[in-house]
């Protein structure tokens, strides 16, 4: 095997639902190059591989070729950390089972390992950011779904089929839930992603009357952000939708506690840092549900980590122990 000493680099690749961000990061956890590629607008895998590929290499030529790469870590949406696939990924254009890491493999003769997104999400908070020292600790993305990954012991914990932990998918509402991407009803991710956010504000608004600055906005292209604009402002709607959304999340929180009794949730992804607007409900969400032997134990996070860096730096974390392709 290759020591760092040859191989000083690994790639990191984050694969959201709606953008591809990449990063060439050494040793220290220091990105040194980065590029990005929109995600839904190519309809095979193929083309997209080809589009990541075409903009990546460049970069990794200027840092001195594919023989300085120690290999490529990638977070996906239902990636397989075992089989290197991502399968049936609700919020992908491409659907069945994609062999991405060996598509990456094949055009760049770079050995590559993929888990899903959260997961590496987790390895790069661990390792850089809030999470730093931790061994126990839950992360939650928060973005166009809601994802999450689990650590117990310092380890990911990927489970018998390499799927562990899609906390985004546990059901909140039996009852009338909304409809998921992944086909079932009531998921946590219809209430709390982004997406989410913008479903709740245009049902409040469709179902009252009183004045609210998001009835600036035509109803279909409200975001999570004009909400967080709105709640700023002092607009009482806007933080009505906070707290509804922060009120699932701490309840689905409080029954996450009991699972592996984490030191700290650590909250990742633009809705995270609408602050106390929506940490505030949360934690009163998590006290008002949770089992009396775990009060006031776990701490509530925001990621330390800029949104795309927590996601490339743990990505590329898990190339570091790839084997070379020829050894
Ligand atoms: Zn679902």
């Not at 075409?54 to 950390?81: C, Q, R, T």
């Not at 991710?189 to 009183?210: K, P, Q």
């Not at 707290?243 to 700290?264: N, R």
Request: glycine residues 12%; negative net charge.
């Amino acid at each position: 095997m290759n020591s760092s000493m040859e191989r000083p680099y690994v790639v990191g690749i984050d694969i959201g639902g709606t953008n591809t961000v990449f990063g060439i990061v050494d040793a220290r956890g220091t990105i040194i190059a980065s590029g990005a590629v929109k995600t839904q607008v190519y309809s095979t895998a193929d083309e997209y591989v080809d589009e990541v590929c075409k903009s990546l290499l460049p970069l990794i030529i200027a840092n001195g070729g594919v023989e300085k790469v120690k290999g490529i870590g990638i977070g996906a949406p239902n990636g397989n950390y075992y089989s290197g696939t991502i399968e049936f990924a609700p919020n992908l254009p491409w659907k069945g089972i994609i062999p991405l890491a060996a598509m990456f493999e094949e055009r760049l003769g770079i050995p590559t390992a993929l888990t899903n997104d959260a997961n590496a999400a987790a390895v790069g908070e661990m390792t850089y950011g809030a999470a730093r020292g931790m061994k126990e600790f839950i992360m939650i993305t928060l973005g166009t779904g809601v994802g999450s990954g689990i650590v117990i012991n310092g380890q990911v914990v990927y489970g018998h089929d390499g799927f562990a932990g899609e906390l985004g998918h546990v059901i909140v509402r039996r009852d009338n839930g909304r409809l998921c991407g992944c086909g079932r009803h009531g998921c946590l991710e219809t209430y709390c992603s982004a997406t989410g956010v913008a479903r709740t504000a245009r049902e409040i608004l469709a179902a009252r009357t009183d004045a609210s600055l998001l009835r600036n906005i035509p109803a279909e292209s409200i975001t999570s952000k004009d909400v967080y604009d709105a709640a700023v402002q002092g607009d009482k709607i806007a933080q009505e939708i906070f707290d509804f959304t922060g009120t699932i999340l701490g309840q689905a929180l409080a029954d996450f506690i009991a699972f592996s009794s984490p030191e700290a949730i650590v909250l990742f992804g633009g809705l995270a840092k609408s602050g106390d607007y929506i940490l505030k409900p949360i934690q009163k969400a998590i006290n008002d549900n949770i089992l009396k032997i775990y009060q006031g134990k776990t701490k509530l996070l925001v990621s330390e980590l800029k949104d795309s860096d927590a996601a490339v730096l743990g990505a590329s974390a898990l190339a570091w122990e790839l084997k070379d392709l020829k050894d």
